[in-house]
């Protein structure tokens, strides 16, 4: 079965200019997560969805930030007035069900880059 | 959550055995330790997660102290499409994703 995709792999834009970014998880996934990763760095938390549950939002950087996810399944990532510290790599994952043992399936993910 | 700590970078021969370490002194009872890696430009992959027992797969072996407050990885025969970013979590409500080690399999 296909995987966890994203969309689009690559996405140049200008300071100040809004993006989206998609993810689109493995059919019948629950979870949702989003995180982005900067040059060299580890992966940093953004957010996550589960069911129809509210989403934590705790990692968001700013409120320039936000995200979506329609009908329990495609999420956008949407970033406002982007800013060259955005820049960066972000992934998505989805899991079956957030628990404990859930596993992680990752997308090839997005790489931002704000000019 | 549980926080982990890696060395960030470890070298390995091909062939040889490579042993990643982790440890993760707060883990709680009902907390997994998973390991994950990153092959440059590419999503993490899943590896393998335990409880408190050692796990095998046609990955990787996992093995965990008894205290439960670290963790090896061990790839039995490393190659070189080893060499990648190497994640040791604890799950929890979220996943937290440090810096990992970074493994160089040498030829």
């Known amino acids: 079965g296909a995987g966890v995709s994203q969309s689009p792999s690559n996405k140049v834009t200008e300071k100040g200019k809004d993006v989206e970014l998609r993810c689109d998880p493995i059919s019948g996934h629950t979870a949702l997560y989003w995180y982005r990763q900067s040059l060299g760095q580890g992966l940093e938390f953004l957010i996550y969805f589960q069911g129809n549950s509210a989403p934590d939002k705790s990692g968001l950087p700013s409120d320039r930030f936000s995200a979506e996810r329609t009908g329990g399944s495609v999420s956008t990532l949407t970033i406002q007035r982007t800013q060259q510290e955005d820049s960066a790599v972000y992934l998505c994952?989805?899991?079956?069900?957030?628990?404990?043992?859930?596993?992680?399936?990752f997308g090839p993910g997005t790489r931002l880059t704000v000019l | 959550d549980a926080k982990t700590t890696q060395p960030p970078s470890m070298d390995c021969a091909e062939g040889r055995a490579a042993n990643l370490p982790c440890n993760h002194s707060?883990?709680?009872?009902?907390?997994?330790v998973y390991w994950y890696r990153q092959i440059h430009s590419q999503g993490p992959q899943y590896i393998i997660h335990?409880?408190?027992n050692n796990e095998t797969n046609e990955m990787a072996s996992l093995i965990i102290t008894e205290d439960r407050k670290s963790s090896t990885l061990i790839l039995p025969h490393a190659t070189l499409r080893d060499t990648a970013v190497y994640y040791c979590i604890v799950s929890g409500n979220q996943f937290y994703f440090g810096t990992g080690t970074s493994l160089t399999v040498i030829p």
């Open positions: 994952a989805s899991t079956l069900q957030r628990g404990l043992t859930d596993t992680q399936y």
């Open positions: 335990g409880l408190k």
């Open positions: 707060t883990i709680s009872g009902n907390e997994y």
